[in-house]
């Protein structure tokens, strides 16, 4: 059972839809407590929130815990062991379907939330029937006028690869219209509980990388569109992947790329394929060969089978 709704700042009249927002938390306590704290002062309501712990060891789960404890209507699922990533959030979207909400807010726990983001979801599914997922517009938390998301697309120009609009620029209001997107990510999905309800929750095949695009792409084959919405804000607090996290970062976009593919645009995969085993001379040729053969090793990982976690 949740925690008591909360009822947040001024809501519309009738009967405003009901929110299940959970936070992914992982050895980050004092990150996490800032993005439930930026939840909480949502403008919607009623909503509820919790944090799923996923496995951390016991000092900063300590710390969690009393954190959380001092704050009203939030409450705490607890994990062990670490499930990942994929299986992490397939946890936090299980709370949130246990709830009465109609819409599910799944946060990685280096997210900060504008206080009107959750309304403007709201908002925007309300008035696209057809919209089931919902990315928002996403900013560098240093700095914070900087575009760090803007949707994201895979398209045939990209080569089989994702690529995120608006990466890097400085924002200008360049994008401001709600529109169609190919993927919402995976630090800030929001969706129907009708969609999670039938479409289930992230495939832990992908373990990490191309999991949020996976799923988006089932809710498309639904039926349900995906969709930015710019008027929800939100600010990550990006950490570039260094040494073995950045090796395994490689391995895993080589074999899930080819996973997705698989899956969703079978058509592509040899194109995909042969773009990938040819792009290892290249970067060679650009110095960075050790990035071109660990992704060359996550292509051969897929068609030998490998699934979810990999080790580099």
């Known amino acids: 059972m949740s925690g008591t709704p909360h009822t947040g700042g001024p809501a519309e009249t009738g009967s405003p839809a009901r929110v299940a927002a959970v936070v992914l938390h992982y050895e980050r306590p004092e990150s996490a407590l800032a993005c439930v704290d930026s939840v909480l002062a949502s403008t919607h309501a ?11 060891s016991p000092e900063p789960l300590a710390r969690l815990e009393a954190g959380i ?10 994990l062990a062991p670490n499930r990942g990533f994929t299986g ?3 946890a936090a979207l299980a709370h949130a379907l246990a709830t009465q909400a109609e819409f599910l807010w799944l946060l990685a726990d280096d997210v900060r939330v504008a206080p009107d983001a ?3 979801f709201v908002a925007a599914l309300a008035a696209l029937p057809r919209a089931g997922v919902a990315g928002p517009l996403t900013f560098y938390a ?21 690529r995120v609009r608006g990466t890097g620029e400085e924002d200008r209001g360049q994008y401001a219209a709600v529109d169609r997107m190919d993927f919402a990510h995976g630090s800030s999905l929001f969706a129907r509980r009708e969609v999670a309800a039938k479409i289930g929750g992230l495939d832990e095949d992908f373990f990490a990388y191309w999991e949020d695009s996976d799923w988006c792409m089932r809710a498309a084959e639904a039926g349900w569109e995906t969709v930015f919405v ?6 990550h607090h990006v950490t570039p992947d260094t040494g073995d996290a950045l ?17 969703h645009r079978r058509r592509r995969l040899i194109p995909v394929l042969l773009w990938s085993l ?30 979810g976690r990999m080790h580099v």
């Open 46 to 56: 009623p909503f509820e929130l919790a944090v799923v712990d996923n496995g951390s």
């Open 69 to 78: 404890a001092a704050r009203r209507s939030v409450r705490l699922v607890r």
């Open 88 to 90: 992490g959030m397939n």
């Open 118 to 120: 959750m309304a403007a």
């Open 142 to 162: 240093d700095p914070p006028t900087r575009i760090w998301y803007a949707g994201g697309f895979i398209r045939p120009y990209t080569l089989g690869r994702a």
């Open 230 to 235: 710019p008027g929800a804000r939100t600010w």
């Open 247 to 263: 090796d395994a970062a490689r391995l895993y976009e080589g074999r899930n790329r080819m996973l997705w593919h698989a899956r």
């Open 278 to 307: 040819a792009a290892v001379p290249v970067f060679a040729l650009l110095g960075r060969g050790r990035e071109g053969w660990l992704q060359a090793r996550g292509v051969l990982a897929y068609f030998a089978g490998s699934r």
